[in-house]
């Protein structure tokens, strides 16, 4: 059923205002009009999660299909990974907005998240080809496996501490920002968050894969994606500690 009855600055209120700066400021955005549009034709906030990972799915499959290394497969895959985020971005304002919310929908949503972000890689993987290091023994070794379940892994689990600590410890709200002492350690934390924003990090991978610098993207960015995770580890339990010391 259509509804007019919401315009776009509803659903831009909506946005998850802890976020952080590009999916805040700019994927929410974008969010925020497909919403405005999925509300009006009678899309649920389930259907835009789905839609979500089949258009991230589907560009890096079309991107593959066209080759790598060609204009048109690189407009694909940058444009398609943008576009799959903007539709997760759009999911949750409008279920808020319009009253949709249900616990169902926000595991749906998570589902879809965490599979489609899991997908997408091998694909773009399968299109670059294997990866090979001439290390001390003679024959050279396949590493494509390896070094792309480490980024995968480790970005997901980075992701799951990231989402259970702000749940759990600091009981955030999506739609409030962030109350915490803005210190230094506080802009520090949400400077390096950036190397980890999905657009960002979409964009990154998009990109090399385009200029065929697929596997130096995934063992950097694998490298830095180890070390912030321990700081964050470490960091975190410092934080937790406090508050369990609190709680009693």
């Not at 009006?40 to 593959?64: H, K």
């Not at 290390?135 to 070794?141: K, N, P, Q, S």
């Not at 955030?172 to 506080?186: G, K, Q, Y």
Request: hydrophobic share 45%; with cysteine; aromatic share 12%.
């Amino acid at each position: 059923m259509n509804d007019n009855r919401y315009n776009y600055h509803d659903f831009w209120q909506m946005r998850g205002r802890q976020s952080i700066w590009v999916t805040r400021n700019i994927s929410y955005r974008v969010g925020a009009m497909i919403a405005m549009v999925a509300s009006r034709l009678g899309i649920s906030p389930n259907m835009l999660s789905l839609l979500s990972a089949v258009i991230t799915f589907c560009s890096c499959v079309l991107a593959v299909y066209l080759g790598q290394g060609t204009w048109l497969a690189s407009l694909v895959v940058i444009l398609g990974l943008q576009l799959g985020y903007a539709f997760d971005c759009a999911d949750g304002p409008l279920a808020r907005a319009t009253g949709n919310q249900s616990s169902f929908g926000s595991l749906f949503d998570k589902i879809c998240d965490l599979s489609s972000g899991m997908v997408f890689p091998c694909v773009l993987a399968y299109g670059a080809g294997h990866y090979y290091y001439q290390g001390v023994v003679e024959a050279e070794m396949d590493y494509t496996l390896r070094v792309l379940l480490a980024v995968i892994i480790l970005r997901s689990i980075l992701n799951v501490l990231l989402w259970l600590k702000e749940l759990i410890v600091h009981q955030a709200s999506r739609l409030e920002e962030d109350t915490r002492e803005r210190n230094l350690w506080w802009r520090i934390k949400r400077t390096t968050s950036l190397y980890i924003d999905e657009p960002v990090y979409r964009l990154g991978i998009g990109l090399s894969w385009s200029l065929d610098w697929f596997w130096e993207f995934i063992i950097i960015y694998s490298i830095g994606i180890l070390i912030i995770t321990v700081i964050y580890l470490l960091s975190s339990k410092k934080e937790m500690d406090l508050a369990d010391k609190v709680a009693e």
